[in-house]
């Protein structure tokens, strides 16, 4: 496998993980109404998070995408004045490849970019399915939430935190 910073050209690669993954791993924590509300707008890449230079891609030793993720300094829309605490963003394994270290790969490369850019405190609003997935990283549960989709959808998660 082969981490890169993703760029603004591989938005389809990287949806090409968010469909299928989002898809498939939330189907069990999520009820098929709300995936059908939320769905066609979580899994399309985030021009914005594509163009950070904090946004990654994994890929398997065909080119083939396997995983995606990143981190950035504020949460999704809306801004954090905590000069020490970053957030985990958009991350995604595509469901061929959950259990081969793509989501810890992924994770170790925000951690050590995040660390060096002088944050020393990761923040993750989980999805239900998520939450174990996080946790074996050494997230701690804050309590749930409920995140606004477009649409004027909640969307249920878990806030987790960790020093990195």
Not at 99 to 123: P, Q, S, W
Request: glycine content about 10%.
């Amino acid at each position: 496998m082969r981490l890169r910073v993703a760029m603004l050209e591989d938005s389809d690669a990287v949806s090409a993980v968010l469909g299928p993954s989002y898809a498939r791993l939330m189907a069990a924590a999520y009820p098929p109404e709300l995936l059908a509300r939320t769905l066609p707008s979580i899994t399309r890449a985030n021009p914005d998070l594509l163009s950070s230079g904090h946004y990654y891609l994994v890929e398997a030793d065909t080119g083939e995408p396997a995983g995606c993720g990143g981190w950035s300094a504020d949460p999704p829309g809306r801004r954090d004045d905590d000069p020490h605490r970053a957030h985990i963003r958009h991350f995604a394994t595509h469901p061929d490849w959950t259990r081969r270290g793509v989501g810890r790969l992924l994770y170790k490369r925000c951690a050590a970019d995040a660390r060096a850019a002088g944050f020393t405190l990761f923040e993750c609003w989980a999805s239900l399915n998520g939450e174990g997935f996080y946790a074996s990283l050494g997230f701690r549960p804050l309590g749930r939430i409920e995140t606004q989709m477009p649409g004027g959808v909640l969307f249920p998660a878990i806030r987790m935190e960790r020093s990195i």
